[in-house]
């Protein structure tokens, strides 16, 4: 049995883009595992201290931090169903992972920090405001300053490259990964989960190719994704 030590908000909301993608690496291993509820401020004390962020696993005596890092354990120690089946889906989602954490969480963050704020343990609401002010060097309202509209065109455009690469994507080859699913499909469905989670605001439109593959993700594995707590208006 697998620990995962998974980010959540108020009402045990699973919010977290980058605990998502594990979620999804150990659901497409297919390992038993066992989730625990964590605060933003329950993180230093984690595994006897030492652990910056969450996603954690321990599994036995191991102990990995790091999405990326757990990928690449996971892949070692449970080789079959690889997340990456060649060294260039490794490779390319290393890119994808960069390109979202550069160009897709800002974005996103300018929309839905403050519905992010709202739905955080309210222990966890203190916190998360001095950190995130001091990082960016601005209050949380100025971060999310402007029309709402103008926020979501610039996330939906920032997804640009997303959707590109999805629009080849048809019955016989559903998802980035080909026939089926893989590491860059988890990649991409989580960076969606916490918008999904945090927030009724639409971010796709209802033609959006995003949203046709991203609900075949939420269908995966019975429906784990799709089970978890939803806040925004759609699928
Ligand atoms: N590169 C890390 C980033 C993890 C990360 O930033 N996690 C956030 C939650 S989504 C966190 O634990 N932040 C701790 C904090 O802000 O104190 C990974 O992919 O695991």
């Known amino acids: 049995m697998i620990l995962l030590y998974d980010l959540a908000g108020a009402g045990d909301r699973r919010f977290s883009s980058n605990c998502w993608r594990t979620r999804f690496a150990l659901a497409h291993k297919g390992l ?5 509820a964590t ?46 089946d060649h060294p260039g889906v490794e490779a390319f989602a290393r890119q994808l992972q960069s390109w979202l954490v550069t160009a897709v969480s800002p974005a996103l963050l300018k929309v839905f920090v403050l519905d992010l704020h709202a739905r955080l343990d309210p222990a966890d609401q203190t916190y998360f405001r001095q950190s995130r002010e001091r990082r960016f060097e601005m209050t949380l309202e100025q971060l999310a300053d402007g029309p709402r509209e103008t926020r979501i065109a610039a996330a939906r455009t920032a997804l640009g490259p997303l959707r590109e690469a999805l629009a080849d994507t048809s019955a016989q080859r559903p998802f980035l990964g080909g026939v089926r699913p893989l590491y860059p499909d988890y990649l991409a469905a989580a960076a969606l989960m916490w918008p999904r989670a945090v927030s009724p605001g639409p971010l796709l439109s209802v033609d959006d190719p995003i949203l046709r593959w991203f609900e075949r993700m939420l269908d995966l594995f019975d429906g784990l994704a799709r089970r978890a707590h939803k806040e925004w208006d759609g699928p």
Do not use: N
């Open 39 to 84: 605060r933003f401020i329950d993180i230093p004390a984690l595994e006897g201290g030492g652990y910056p962020t969450v996603p954690i696993i321990r599994d036995g005596d191991d102990v990995i931090v790091d999405s990326w890092r757990i990928a690449t354990f996971l892949e070692a120690r449970y080789p079959a169903p690889s997340l990456f």
């Open 32 to 36: 038993a595992i066992e989730t625990r």
